[in-house]
């Protein structure tokens, strides 16, 4: 059982960057570099987004479209925390930010929130133009 905490959520400007932190612990022995990772937004009236997911290992990292050379996933297991960095933001970037974790030693982080089982409670990240 793993539990998930996010931070570094803020109100920025257009072009500014943001890093968040998904720092986990897990219960009661064990390891989160065991789990695979997402993060996702979700806008006021619409539904939770996939943005960026990375294997267990950090080997291998999946991005959404809308965010591909403006973000980077990784993680630092030592510290048993996933960490998004976001640049050039954008208005439409603006979400409440979610970290979400899947036991799953091996194999590729999945798109869908369904498959993660585990997630914290967000993050308000606000970009003004």
């Known amino acids: 059982q793993v539990d998930l905490v996010e931070s570094g959520g803020g109100l920025v400007q257009a072009g500014d960057s943001l890093r968040l932190s998904c720092a986990a612990s897990e219960r009661p022995f064990g390891t989160i570099s065991s789990y695979v990772v997402g993060w996702f937004r979700q806008a006021p009236g619409k539904g939770r987004e996939f943005v960026a997911g990375?294997?267990?290992?950090?080997?291998?990292?999946n991005y959404a479209d809308s965010v591909k050379g403006r973000f980077t996933i990784s993680r630092d297991n030592a510290k048993n925390t996933v960490y998004l960095q976001m640049n050039s933001l954008k208005p439409e970037d603006t979400a409440i930010y979610f970290c979400?974790?899947?036991?799953?030693?091996?194999?590729?982080?999945?798109?869908?929130?369904?498959?993660?089982?585990?997630w914290g409670q967000g993050t308000q990240v606000i970009v003004s133009s």
């Open positions: 990375i294997r267990a290992s950090g080997a291998y990292t």
């Open positions: 979400a974790a899947e036991y799953r030693p091996y194999g590729n982080p999945p798109l869908g929130p369904d498959s993660y089982d585990r």
